[in-house]
């Protein structure tokens, strides 16, 4: 079985730019998390969705948003992009939105310049 | 004060030696407790995941967590060079209707042949 997948794996943006990154959750797993991992740091919490809604938030800014499809497939977006937001993006799936193992993806590198 | 702490390293091993890691937390909220392994530029990867105070093993891992002290650990037994890695602490609790995810900052690892 396919585990969690994400696109694009690397990415580089300019600052100011808009940016999108993709994930697929585990076939059967219906809640999606996102987190940041920035160099030398354990992942941070950004959001959580549950049958397409928003579960929870982390501290991120307004610029951070996220959505989660019918087929649970979910889209992180971050607008304006700044030089801090230069980090590893990883997407984690579990089978409900409480009490269960979260699994995550590779991961999306984005590298903003 | 981090709800999470854990000493980032690096602990260089010879090969076949017992490995501790160990995290500390101060949120008493927090119901799971789970380890990952990170490899360079690569999404975690779930070792370990438990819910209650004791011992839990698989393979050459073995999860500890005493509820009453704060504190969870990991042990490797017969490290090998694979195991070289970065390995992450992570708790979960209940909050607002969502599972929140909290990880210490990885603690990296380097067995030597």
């Known amino acids: 079985d396919a585990g969690v997948t994400q696109s694009p794996t690397h990415l580089i943006k300019t600052r100011g730019q808009h940016v999108t990154l993709r994930c697929s959750p585990i076939s059967g797993h219906k809640s999606v998390s996102w987190y940041q991992q920035v160099l030398g740091q354990g992942p941070q919490f950004i959001f959580q969705y549950y049958e397409k809604e928003e579960r929870g938030r982390g501290n991120f800014p307004d610029r951070f948003s996220a959505r989660q499809f019918p087929n649970y497939s979910s889209e992180l977006n971050v607008n304006a992009l700044l030089l801090g937001d230069s980090a590893l993006y990883l997407c984690a799936s579990s089978l409900e939105g409480a009490g269960n193992t979260i699994y995550f993806g590779e991961g999306s590198w984005l590298t903003v310049v | 004060q981090k709800e999470v702490e854990q000493d980032p390293g690096p602990l260089s091993v010879p090969e076949g030696a017992i490995v501790s890691l160990n995290c500390t937390y101060s949120?008493?909220?927090?119901?799971?407790f789970m380890w990952y392994r990170q490899y360079s530029r690569k999404g975690p990867e779930l070792l370990m995941y438990t819910y209650s105070s004791g011992n839990k093993e698989d393979g050459r891992f073995t999860a500890q967590v005493d509820k009453s002290s704060k504190y969870i650990s990991l042990f490797i037994r017969d490290s090998q060079p694979s195991d070289s890695a970065t390995y992450l602490c992570a708790m979960s609790e209940m909050t607002g209707g969502y599972q929140k995810v909290t990880f210490g900052t990885g603690t990296k690892l380097q067995v030597i042949p």
């Open positions: 949120n008493s909220a927090f119901q799971y």
